[in-house]
């Protein structure tokens, strides 16, 4: 079946312009998460969805970050006015409900901003 | 708060030669754990876990096992191949109260690299 898809996969933007990142989960899934990796290091939790409810946004960085999942499938990760240090990769993940641990990541999206 | 600790890469290795990439962890209460995969130019994929002490996870001829003693999950292959080559994350996810939540802490990542 289909995976987690992104899009897009590469955007390049100039700085003080609004982005937004697409993630489609996989079918059925009913957790989203947003991560965001930096070159050389470890992804990094932004914020996570069941179903249409936003959990937890504790690790978006600030309030130029904004996350929507409206209708409990498809979300959108929104970066306004971008600066520099907002280039990195952002991954999204989906899970199945209950008690999986396992999430499914998709290919991610790489940000630049010029 | 959690965090995972990899050893520092990349590592070199030759094939069929034994793998070992240590992750250790901080967690306050009783951690998932996981090492995740990640092949030139795809995606993070899951390769192992085990949810609670003891636990050994295994796939593809990768092990871990669960120390909470040594709060450590290191990563072993007895016989690496050219195909192995690739970044491993060691990952943690923690429950809350019983609850299954699945926000992941990653380590930094280790870059291996297998030569025939």
């Known amino acids: 079946g289909a995976g987690v898809s992104q899009s897009p996969r590469y955007k390049v933007t100039k700085r003080g312009q609004d982005v937004a990142l697409r993630c489609d989960p996989i079918s059925g899934h009913v957790s989203l998460y947003w991560y965001r990796q930096a070159l050389g290091q470890g992804p990094e939790f932004l914020t996570y969805f069941n179903y249409e409810a936003q959990q937890d946004k504790s690790g978006l960085p600030n309030d130029r970050f904004s996350a929507e999942r409206p209708e409990g499938s498809i979300s959108t990760l929104t970066i306004q006015r971008t600066e520099q240090r907002d280039s990195a990769m952002y991954r999204c993940?989906?899970?199945?409900?209950?008690?999986?641990?396992?999430?499914?990541f998709g290919p991610g999206t790489r940000l630049t901003v010029t | 708060g959690n965090s995972v600790t990899q050893m520092e890469g990349p590592v070199t290795l030759s094939e069929e030669a034994f793998l070992t990439i240590n992750c250790t962890y901080t967690a306050t209460g009783y951690p998932s754990l996981f090492w995740y995969v990640q092949y030139p130019g795809e995606g993070l994929q899951l390769l192992l876990k085990?949810?609670?002490?003891?636990d050994k996870g295994s796939n593809k001829g990768f092990e871990a096992t669960y120390r909470k003693e040594t709060t450590s999950f290191h990563l072993e292959k007895g016989s690496v191949q050219v195909s192995d080559s690739a970044v491993y994350f060691c990952?943690?996810?923690?429950?809350?109260?019983?609850?299954?939540?699945?926000?992941?802490?990653f380590g930094q990542g280790t870059i291996l690299t297998v030569h025939p």
């Open positions: 990952a943690l996810s923690e429950r809350a109260g019983g609850t299954s939540y699945g926000k992941l802490t």
């Open positions: 085990a949810t609670k002490a003891d």
């Open positions: 993940a989906s899970s199945p409900a209950g008690t999986s641990y396992e999430q499914y």
